[in-house]
């Protein structure tokens, strides 16, 4: 049964900017923390931004701090990966996922089926 669904992805530019979304049918996500991870060919899934459904408050994994934004629009249910300054190594398949109670991205309860992201020239 899949929660959560991603869109957004595609071919991108290096340099340049491109937007996810994460949205759900069946999960009323203010109630959750929501994050983003991603896995590229032959790598371990990375946890790269999380917010917090409480207060708003963000974390950002060292790979992609001060280039992406993680955001969230309650009133439509939707979580939002912004993504500035792309480099090739951004290229992954990006997840996004919801954690219950915090941003801890080792325990996510619900995931996305993930969205490809190919950053080339």
């Known amino acids: 049964q899949v929660h959560l669904a991603e869109s957004g992805g595609g071919l991108l530019q290096p340099g340049g900017s491109g937007r996810l979304s994460c949205v759900s049918s069946?999960?009323?996500?203010?109630?959750?923390?929501m994050g983003w991870f991603r896995q590229a060919p032959g790598k371990e899934r990375e946890g790269i931004a999380c917010?917090?459904?409480?207060?708003?408050?963000?974390y950002y994994s060292d790979s992609v701090k001060g280039r992406f934004i993680i955001s969230r629009d309650n009133a439509k249910n939707t979580a939002y990966l912004h993504m500035n300054s792309l480099k090739p190594e951004d290229t992954a398949v990006y997840y996004c996922?919801?954690?219950?109670?915090?941003?801890?991205?080792?325990?996510?309860?619900?995931w996305g089926q993930g969205t490809q992201v190919t950053v080339s020239s």
């Open positions: 917010i917090s459904n409480t207060d708003g408050t963000t």
């Open positions: 069946d999960l009323f996500l203010p109630n959750y923390a």
């Open positions: 996922a919801a954690n219950y109670y915090n941003c801890d991205l080792k325990t996510m309860d619900y």
